[in-house]
T-cell receptor, first 110, second 115 residues
Framework: DTAVSQTPKYLVTQMGNDKSIKCEQN?????MYWYKQDSKKFLKIMFS???????INETVPNRFSPKSPDKAHLNLHINSLELGDSAVYFC?????????FGPGTRLLVL | GEDVEQSLFLSVREGDSSVINCTYT??????LYWYKQEPGAGLQLLTY?????DMKQDQRLTVLLNKKDKHLSLRIADTQTGDSAIYFC???????????????FGAGTRLAVHP
């Protein structure tokens, strides 16, 4: 009965590969987000979707492509992975105000 | 501009109060949040306050907001070893579309609680 869930929890891959991270929320929220946390723990928003529509797209390389098949799901596909993409990626959801976060996906690019 | 600043480290003795401070720069109406992150875990929402409020209390947590100085603090009473974690301050300013969609985080304060 986890509120915001992400898969996989860990992802280790080679440079140049393409990978996807999935997120699901069962809170009935309209808005979902992707955040990136770097090795110094700094958190920055990447994307936000409201009811399947993209509303925030920060300065993120176009190798990153979010996709929201329905308002309960927001996936993140990353093409041509680079060493600098290694980070923890957090999904979150909200209904107007407070954002609730998933457990994170730890991505390591070798 | 949008910027949130926090001191990076705080060390307290078990049983004492902890006060974690944060300053923000956005001048629009905004929500202000405190999140807790334990090692290897996600972000746990602790509490939040709207910028027209001065204070909010929830059990051992007290949030104080000084709107004039754009200063936010989180006080943890009777700090326990389980409170050791990184505490993030974040603001969510009102956007042009009329929503509070974007969290801008501080760098996090690492709280260490020792016996």
């Amino acid at each position: 009965d986890t509120a915001v869930s992400q898969t996989p929890k860990y992802l280790v891959t080679q440079m140049g590969n393409d990978k996807s991270i999935k997120c699901e929320q069962n809170l009935g929220h309209d808005t979902m987000y992707w955040y990136k946390q770097d090795s110094k723990k700094f958190l920055k928003i990447m994307f936000s979707y409201n009811n399947k529509e993209l509303i925030i797209n920060e300065t993120v390389p176009n190798r990153f492509s979010p996709k929201s098949p329905d308002k309960a799901h927001l996936n993140l596909h990353i093409n041509s992975l680079e060493l600098g993409d290694s980070a923890v990626y957090f999904c979150a959801s909200s209904q107007e105000t407070a954002q609730y976060f998933g457990p994170g996906t730890r991505l390591l690019v070798l | 501009g949008e910027d949130v600043e926090q001191s990076l480290f705080l060390s307290v003795r078990e049983g004492d109060s902890s006060v974690i401070n944060c300053t923000y720069t956005d001048s629009s109406s905004t929500y202000l949040y405190w999140y807790k992150q334990e090692p290897g875990a996600g972000l746990q929402l602790l509490t939040y306050i709207f910028s027209n409020m001065d204070m909010k209390q929830d059990q051992r947590l007290t949030v104080l907001l000084n709107k004039k100085d754009k200063h936010l603090s989180l006080r943890i009473a009777d700090t326990q070893t389980g409170d050791s974690a990184i505490y993030f301050c974040a603001e969510s300013p009102l956007t042009l579309s009329g929503g509070y969609n974007k969290l801008i985080f501080g760098a996090g304060t690492r709280l260490a609680v020792h016996p």
